[in-house]
């Protein structure tokens, strides 16, 4: 029978290594997934802050007090050590130019992650936060107010507003095919 | 399709396309990752040893450089540690010496550490 979080943790914490493995192994997917989208596709650079998140977790594991599920503590470390990257290197792309339009018309790969990506961009750093932790992770707004410090109004609005624009780039898209 | 999302907690099942669309489609292969996430824990505990090590004998030789003669400053002490200072005065210079110097490495330890988190 697998083995549940809090199970694994405690047995960390008595020095059984073997369980951050299980820990690292449940959770690599979605938080790489996670930071894909927030990377807009920026794979290699997900992956990197992924690891960070990963090595911050393992020292941190001992001040995990469980007032939340790990789920929602990994995606915490994983944004703010996003935000903080994002503070050092301006290395992603967040223009809002709308020739990028034409980027997504034009893939001729059309596998749905990089299309999913490729919409990513279109979004505010904000709205793919929110629009990915809603419909990706499966948080509630009240886990994503958690995650980002976020008032709810914020947040119903931002996901409100990345809604809108997914849809009408959807509609672009069909209209192109 | 881009209906408003109401004041519940929850997302609505209206989303269901976009639900749909933004789902994470696969489980990816986590066995190059977990290596390097094993690999740089790894590093960097090596790292902290060494920071560590250097840090106790950074202040070894700081404390040696500059002991005076006669190591009595813990007994000159006229403040609430005045207990202290006693309690120093009693222990031989050498012992006074290196509860000092294992103070300082312990607070540089300490600083590293909480830093390095």
Not at chain 1, 139 to 166: D, F, W, Y
Not at chain 2, 72 to 91: D, K, R, V, Y
């Amino acid at each position: 029978m697998q083995k549940t979080d809090s199970e694994l943790i405690a047995r960390f914490l008595t020095g059984d290594q073997d369980s951050f493995d299980d820990l690292l192994k449940r959770y690599q997917s979605p938080i790489r997934q996670f930071l894909r989208r927030l990377t807009a596709g920026d794979h290699a650079l997900a992956d990197d802050i992924s690891q960070e998140t990963f090595i911050k977790m393992f020292y941190n594991l001992n001040s995990f007090r469980g007032d939340c599920s790990v789920s929602t503590w990994l995606h915490t470390i994983a944004y703010r050590n996003f935000l903080r990257h994002m503070e050092l290197v301006s290395k992603i792309d967040y223009d809002d130019d709308p020739e990028s339009m034409n980027a997504i018309g034009t893939h001729h790969d059309h596998t749905s992650e990089i299309l999913v990506e490729q919409l990513m961009k279109r979004l505010s750093v904000n709205e793919r936060l929110m629009v990915t932790l809603s419909f990706s992770v499966g948080m509630s707004h009240s886990e994503i107010a958690e995650v980002t410090g976020a008032p709810l109004g914020t947040i119903k609005s931002h996901i409100n507003r990345g809604k809108t624009k997914l849809a009408e780039l959807m509609d672009t898209e069909e209209r192109t095919k | 399709m881009t209906e408003s999302i109401g004041d519940d907690d929850q997302p609505q099942c209206g989303n269901f396309l976009l639900e749909n669309l933004l789902s994470y489609k696969s489980q990816l292969d986590g066995k190059a990752f977990h290596a390097n996430v094993m690999a740089r824990i790894e590093q960097r505990s090596r790292q902290r040893r060494w920071v560590l090590g250097g840090a106790a004998i950074l202040a070894a030789i700081a404390v040696i450089a500059v002991k005076p003669e006669e190591f009595s400053f813990p007994s000159t002490l006229h403040l609430p540690l005045e207990n202290l200072g006693a309690i120093a005065a009693a222990a031989s210079p050498h012992g006074s010496l290196m509860a000092i110097m294992l103070a300082c490495v312990f607070i540089f330890g300490v600083t590293k550490t909480v830093d390095s988190i």
